[in-house]
């Protein structure tokens, strides 16, 4: 079995478990977000779109830390715009993150938000490279609850993020995304 296939089988049991130990863990939101930002590796930076998906939950023991598992796609802007070129080749990163996020409230609707974690991401930036590589993602957000935190913990949340990753093997592929999310808190 390989570390790809393992790290799925990790990610699902975290979810599930997070969702039926009520005592030690509890869910704390889902999300997707889009966006724009470049990539490299080893090659000069190319302009992409990206999309990500995550899932938060919240340790009982390490408050006020949450944690937040992300899959993150980001692919060359050329590749949704209309040319004449027989099967061109568009590059792209994608990768899986866990990243420990902490909270500061600027007012009772708005706060910042900022995260440190790892990441293993996947490089192909040319069409024979297509290598996995581990490195660290740094991410700083701001955000605005659609909800009154005072009267309920459930609600719509919106979120200007910036994230940084970088890698320190192989061929050390980085990419730099500001993406606009959308979450919805459950508790």
Not at 21 to 40: D, E
Not at 119 to 125: F, G
């Amino acid at each position: 079995m390989n570390i790809f296939s393992l790290i799925k089988i990790y990610l699902l049991a975290i979810l599930f478990c997070s969702q039926l130990s009520y005592g030690q863990i509890k869910s704390g939101y889902v999300g997707v977000g889009a966006g724009l930002g470049n990539i490299s590796s080893s090659s000069p930076e190319r302009f992409v779109y990206s999309y990500n998906i995550f899932y938060n939950f919240i340790p009982n023991f390490t408050k006020p830390f949450d944690f937040t598992f992300a899959f993150t796609f980001a692919k060359d802007i050329n590749s949704i715009l209309p040319e004449g070129t027989y099967k061109p080749y568009y590059s792209s990163v994608q990768g899986f993150s866990i990243q420990a996020k902490t909270k500061h409230r600027v007012k009772q609707n708005i706060f910042l938000e900022n995260g440190l974690g790892i990441i293993y991401l996947n490089d192909r930036v040319f069409i024979d490279r297509n290598s996995w590589s581990y490195g660290t993602v740094f991410s700083v957000s701001l955000g605005l609850d659609f909800f009154d935190r005072l009267i309920a913990e459930e609600g719509l949340t919106a979120l200007l993020k910036a994230e940084y990753a970088i890698t320190f093997s192989k061929t050390q592929p980085t990419y730099f995304l500001i993406n606009l999310e959308g979450r919805y808190s459950f508790n």
